[in-house]
């Protein structure tokens, strides 16, 4: 049986997306969540294939949740700050 994917919850209650200031702590915050997710051994120090999946883990993970919230602002902060994820 294949194991269910860590998630976690980022309420956006107060969130306007709309404003600039709120939508850079937002993605502040799911850049931080997207990293404590895929960064499932816990340690700073990874072997190099880890590190490298805990980096393709959060590009995907980052890069998807931009993309299901459909919000302008927040699309255009990740593109000029988010990891490159080919589509």
Same mark, same amino acid.
């Given at each position: 049986t294949a194991l269910a994917a860590p998630s976690v919850h980022v309420s956006l209650k107060g969130v306007d997306l709309?404003?600039? #200031?709120?939508?850079?702590? !937002?993605? #502040?915050? !799911?850049?931080r969540r997207a990293r404590e997710v895929c960064n499932s051994s816990g340690h700073e120090v990874f072997a190099s294939d880890e590190a490298e999946r805990v980096d393709m883990c959060y590009g995907q993970t980052l890069t998807s949740v931009v993309r299901q919230a459909n919000a302008p602002l927040l699309t255009a902060l990740h593109a000029q700050r988010g990891p490159m994820i080919p589509d």
């Amino acid at each position: 049986t294949a194991l269910a994917a860590p998630s976690v919850h980022v309420s956006l209650k107060g969130v306007d997306l709309n404003k600039p #200031a709120d939508v850079e702590t !937002l993605y #502040a915050e !799911l850049s931080r969540r997207a990293r404590e997710v895929c960064n499932s051994s816990g340690h700073e120090v990874f072997a190099s294939d880890e590190a490298e999946r805990v980096d393709m883990c959060y590009g995907q993970t980052l890069t998807s949740v931009v993309r299901q919230a459909n919000a302008p602002l927040l699309t255009a902060l990740h593109a000029q700050r988010g990891p490159m994820i080919p589509d």
